[in-house]
C-alpha cells in the first residue's frame, strides 16, 4: 500500500512574499488586478521557492485575462517588465533572461578548439602554437581505470581534445569518474603544460572526486574555487580562473546562478567537463542546469560533445533495478514536477527477496519503527568509540573514526513532522538536540549548514564530534583523505546535528547502508532514486502502511 500523500513543506516567508508581490506588481506596473493574475504571481513565487523558473499558461487563462492581453501589459513588456511569455510558459524575466545567456554560454563552448585564440598552455616556450587536432584515443587512455572502456567512453576522451564543453552523463556505476580519468590522461598527454582543476558543488563530491582521481590534481569545491566572498565571488572576467581544464563532477546540483558565476571565471579558451546524473534531484537554488541541458534541440547542438554512459560496470542489484526503473520514469525531464514513484515501483518492491541488497519494511500505524533508532544509537556508539581513540597526529585513528561515519546513513525527504530530520534527532538525543554543540556528546555526525571558505568547509559537509562535552580539546573532524580540525565555536550558526539528513543534503554523498524514510511525504521520483543511490552495498525503504 503506498504512502499517505502530504504537501510539501512551504518556508514560513513564501505566503507574505506571495501577498506581497501579488499586490505590489499590478500596482508598480499599471496592470488590472485579478484573480487570475493574482493565482499566476502566486503561483510564479511557489514554482522559484521549488526551484523551478517558469509556469505553463493554458490557452485562456480567464475571460478577464487572456494570454495575448497579459502579454500587451507593462508586466511583461521587454525590457522592464517582470514577466516574460515564452511559448507556452511564463517565467521571471530576471531569471529567463539569465537562463538564456547561461545556456548560450555553455553552448558557446562546443565550438572546436582550433576556431578560438589557444591558451597560454597550448604555446610552447617560443611562443608558437602547438597542434590541437585530436589524435587517435587507443594510447592516451592509460591504466587509470580497472574496467574495458566502451565506445561511449572513447568518445568522451576524443570530445574533450576537440570541444570546449564536454557533457558526460550517465547513472551510477556506468563509469563516469574512471572516464574523467581517461579523459584527463588525454589531454596531459597532449599537452603536459595542462593546467587542470576538478571541482564539485559540495565539499563531500569533492572529495568522493580527488580519491576517486587519484589525488593528482587540484580538487575542492565550486564556491571556493570561485573564492566566494559571501554575497559574491572574488574570481569574475577582470579576475579569471588560471586554468585551462576544469571538470565538474555532481553537476545536477548546479544551479543557474552559480552556473553564471562560473562561466563568468572561466578563460573563454579554457576546457569545461560537465559531469552528472540528470536523473538525481535538480539543485534547490532557482534553474535547473543539468535538466535544461537535456531538452533535444539543446542535445542536437551539443552533438558529440553530449556523451551519455549506459553501460554498468557495477551490478548493485535490486537498488540498480529499482534506481534504473526511477530514472527511466524520470526521461526526458519534466519541469513542471516529478513522477509518483511507488506506483511505479511497487511491482520490483513485492518482489524482492531475502538475499537481494534492497528492502522494503512498511510500518503499520505511521510510527517510526523502533530498530531505525537501535541502529542509530549502535552507530553513535560506534563512533564515541573510535572518537575517543582519535589524535589529529594518528592517521589510523582519524580514518577510522570518518570510514564509521560513512557505514550509514539516514535519509528522509523533510525536516519536519513525526518522520522528519528533527524529529528523529530529538527521539535519540533527547533535549540536546536544540542545544548548542557544546551539549552534544562525543562521536555525534556534525553538519555544517553554510559555506566557511576561511575553514575550508561547505555547505552539506558532515563531520564528527571528538572530544568530551565540556572539554577545551574538543574538535569537530570534517575531511575524507585529508583531515580538518575545526572548533566547534567556529561554526556557530552553522552546525546541526547530522545522524539524519534530508534527501537534499545527503547529495554527493555514499554511505555503505542507506535507510530511507519516506514517511507520509509525496516525493517525486528523482528524490527517491537520488536517494536510494547513496547505498554502496545495501539499501532499505521504509514506508507507512
Given at each position: 500500500m503506498?504512502?499517505?500523500?502530504r504537501?510539501?513543506?512551504?518556508?514560513?516567508?513564501?505566503s507574505p512574499?506571495?501577498s506581497a508581490?501579488?499586490?505590489?506588481?499590478?500596482r508598480l506596473?499599471?496592470?488590472t488586478?485579478?484573480?487570475?493574475?493574482t493565482a499566476?504571481?502566486?503561483?510564479?513565487?511557489?514554482?522559484?521557492e521549488?526551484g523551478?523558473?517558469?509556469?505553463?499558461?493554458?490557452?485562456e487563462?480567464?475571460p478577464?485575462?487572456?494570454?495575448?492581453a497579459?502579454?500587451a501589459?507593462a508586466?511583461?513588456?521587454?525590457?522592464d517588465?517582470?514577466l516574460v511569455?515564452?511559448a507556452?510558459?511564463?517565467?521571471?524575466?530576471r531569471?529567463?533572461?539569465?537562463?538564456?545567456?547561461?545556456?548560450s554560454?555553455?553552448?558557446?563552448?562546443?565550438?572546436p578548439?582550433?576556431?578560438?585564440e589557444?591558451t597560454p598552455?597550448?604555446?610552447?616556450?617560443?611562443?608558437?602554437?602547438?597542434?590541437?587536432?585530436?589524435?587517435?584515443?587507443?594510447s592516451?587512455?592509460g591504466p587509470?581505470a580497472t574496467?574495458?572502456?566502451?565506445?561511449?567512453?572513447?568518445?568522451a576522451?576524443?570530445?574533450?581534445?576537440t570541444?570546449?564543453l564536454?557533457?558526460?552523463?550517465?547513472?551510477?556505476?556506468?563509469g563516469?569518474?574512471?572516464?574523467?580519468?581517461?579523459?584527463?590522461?588525454?589531454?596531459l598527454?597532449r599537452?603536459?603544460?595542462?593546467?587542470?582543476?576538478?571541482?564539485?558543488?559540495t565539499?563531500?563530491?569533492?572529495?568522493?572526486?580527488?580519491?576517486?582521481?587519484?589525488?593528482?590534481?587540484?580538487?575542492?569545491?565550486?564556491?571556493?574555487?570561485?573564492?566566494?566572498?559571501?554575497?559574491?565571488?572574488?574570481?569574475?572576467?577582470?579576475?579569471?580562473?588560471?586554468?585551462?581544464?576544469?571538470?565538474?563532477?555532481?553537476v545536477?546540483?548546479?544551479d543557474?546562478?552559480?552556473?553564471?558565476?562560473?562561466?563568468?571565471?572561466l578563460?573563454a579558451s579554457a576546457?569545461?567537463?560537465l559531469?552528472g546524473?540528470?536523473?538525481?534531484?535538480?539543485?534547490?537554488?532557482?534553474?535547473?542546469?543539468l535538466?535544461?541541458?537535456?531538452?533535444?534541440?539543446?542535445?542536437?547542438?551539443l552533438?558529440?560533445?553530449?556523451?551519455t554512459?549506459t553501460t554498468t560496470?557495477?551490478?548493485n542489484?535490486?537498488?540498480a533495478?529499482?534506481?534504473?526503473a526511477?530514472?527511466?520514469?524520470?526521461a526526458?525531464?519534466?519541469?513542471?514536477?516529478?513522477?509518483?514513484p511507488?506506483?511505479?515501483?511497487?511491482?520490483?518492491l513485492?518482489?524482492?527477496?531475502p538475499n537481494?541488497?534492497l528492502?522494503?519494511?512498511?510500518?503499520i500505524?505511521?510510527?517510526l519503527?523502533?530498530g531505525?533508532?537501535?541502529?542509530l544509537?549502535?552507530?553513535?556508539?560506534?563512533?564515541?568509540?573510535?572518537?575517543?581513540?582519535?589524535?589529529?597526529?594518528e592517521p589510523?585513528g582519524?580514518k577510522?573514526?570518518?570510514?564509521?561515519?560513512?557505514?550509514?546513513l539516514?535519509?528522509?525527504?523533510?525536516?519536519?513532522?513525526?518522520?522528519?530530520?528533527?524529529?528523529?534527532h530529538r527521539?535519540?538525543?533527547?533535549?540536546?538536540?536544540?542545544?548548542?554543540a557544546?551539549?552534544w556528546?562525543?562521536?555525534?555526525?556534525?553538519?555544517?549548514?553554510?559555506?566557511?571558505?576561511?575553514?575550508g568547509?561547505a555547505?552539506?559537509?558532515?563531520g564528527?564530534l571528538?572530544g568530551?562535552?565540556?572539554?577545551?580539546d574538543?574538535q569537530?573532524?570534517f575531511?575524507?583523505?585529508?583531515?580538518l580540525?575545526?572548533?566547534p565555536?567556529q561554526?556557530a550558526?552553522?552546525?546541526e546535528?547530522?545522524?539524519?539528513?534530508?534527501v537534499?543534503?545527503?547529495?554527493g554523498?555514499?554511505?555503505?547502508e542507506v535507510i530511507?524514510l519516506?514517511?507520509?511525504?509525496?516525493?517525486?521520483?528523482?528524490?527517491l532514486?537520488?536517494?536510494?543511490?547513496?547505498?554502496?552495498?545495501?539499501?532499505e525503504?521504509i514506508?507507512?502502511?
Amino acid at each position: 500500500m503506498a504512502p499517505r500523500r502530504r504537501q510539501r513543506e512551504q518556508p514560513a516567508w513564501l505566503s507574505p512574499l506571495q501577498s506581497a508581490l501579488v499586490e505590489a506588481l499590478p500596482r508598480l506596473y499599471g496592470a488590472t488586478s485579478s484573480p487570475a493574475l493574482t493565482a499566476l504571481i502566486a503561483d510564479l513565487v511557489t514554482a522559484l521557492e521549488q526551484g523551478r523558473l517558469s509556469i505553463p499558461l493554458p490557452p485562456e487563462l480567464a475571460p478577464e485575462l487572456a494570454v495575448d492581453a497579459l502579454a500587451a501589459t507593462a508586466l511583461c513588456r521587454d525590457p522592464d517588465g517582470p514577466l516574460v511569455i515564452e511559448a507556452d510558459q511564463l517565467s521571471w524575466r530576471r531569471w529567463h533572461d539569465l537562463r538564456e545567456s547561461v545556456l548560450s554560454a555553455l553552448l558557446e563552448r562546443v565550438r572546436p578548439l582550433g576556431t578560438a585564440e589557444p591558451t597560454p598552455a597550448q604555446k610552447d616556450p617560443t611562443g608558437s602554437t602547438r597542434d590541437t587536432t585530436a589524435p587517435s584515443t587507443g594510447s592516451s587512455v592509460g591504466p587509470t581505470a580497472t574496467e574495458t572502456p566502451d565506445a561511449r567512453q572513447y568518445q568522451a576522451v576524443e570530445a574533450v581534445l576537440t570541444h570546449r564543453l564536454v557533457l558526460l552523463q550517465g547513472g551510477p556505476g556506468t563509469g563516469k569518474t574512471s572516464t574523467v580519468a581517461r579523459m584527463l590522461a588525454a589531454a596531459l598527454e597532449r599537452d603536459p603544460a595542462t593546467r587542470v582543476q576538478l571541482a564539485a558543488p559540495t565539499g563531500k563530491a569533492a572529495a568522493r572526486l580527488r580519491a576517486a582521481t587519484g589525488g593528482r590534481h587540484p580538487c575542492g569545491t565550486l564556491h571556493r574555487l570561485l573564492e566566494s566572498r559571501g554575497d559574491h565571488f572574488a574570481r569574475n572576467r577582470h579576475h579569471p580562473l588560471p586554468l585551462d581544464l576544469l571538470v565538474v563532477d555532481e553537476v545536477s546540483m548546479v544551479d543557474l546562478a552559480l552556473m553564471a558565476a562560473l562561466l563568468e571565471a572561466l578563460p573563454a579558451s579554457a576546457r569545461l567537463v560537465l559531469v552528472g546524473d540528470p536523473a538525481q534531484l535538480p539543485p534547490i537554488a532557482p534553474g535547473a542546469v543539468l535538466l535544461d541541458l537535456q531538452q533535444p534541440d539543446l542535445q542536437a547542438c551539443l552533438g558529440d560533445a553530449a556523451i551519455t554512459l549506459t553501460t554498468t560496470y557495477r551490478n548493485n542489484g535490486a537498488i540498480a533495478a529499482v534506481a534504473t526503473a526511477l530514472r527511466d520514469a524520470a526521461a526526458p525531464p519534466a519541469h513542471g514536477g516529478g513522477i509518483a514513484p511507488l506506483p511505479l515501483i511497487q511491482p520490483l518492491l513485492e518482489g524482492l527477496g531475502p538475499n537481494d541488497n534492497l528492502t522494503w519494511h512498511q510500518e503499520i500505524g505511521g510510527r517510526l519503527p523502533a530498530g531505525v533508532f537501535t541502529r542509530l544509537r549502535s552507530q553513535l556508539g560506534a563512533l564515541a568509540e573510535k572518537a575517543a581513540r582519535c589524535r589529529p597526529a594518528e592517521p589510523d585513528g582519524w580514518k577510522a573514526l570518518l570510514a564509521e561515519r560513512d557505514r550509514l546513513l539516514v535519509l528522509s525527504p523533510v525536516r519536519r513532522g513525526p518522520w522528519g530530520v528533527d524529529s528523529i534527532h530529538r527521539a535519540v538525543l533527547g533535549d540536546t538536540a536544540l542545544g548548542p554543540a557544546a551539549s552534544w556528546p562525543e562521536g555525534l555526525p556534525v553538519l555544517c549548514t553554510r559555506n566557511l571558505p576561511e575553514l575550508g568547509l561547505a555547505n552539506g559537509d558532515v563531520g564528527v564530534l571528538v572530544g568530551q562535552p565540556g572539554s577545551d580539546d574538543r574538535q569537530i573532524l570534517f575531511g575524507g583523505e585529508n583531515p580538518l580540525w575545526v572548533h566547534p565555536t567556529q561554526l556557530a550558526g552553522a552546525a546541526e546535528p547530522a545522524l539524519a539528513l534530508t534527501v537534499h543534503k545527503a547529495q554527493g554523498s555514499e554511505a555503505a547502508e542507506v535507510i530511507v524514510l519516506l514517511g507520509d511525504a509525496d516525493p517525486d521520483g528523482r528524490l527517491l532514486y537520488t536517494a536510494l543511490t547513496r547505498a554502496r552495498e545495501r539499501a532499505e525503504l521504509i514506508t507507512p502502511s
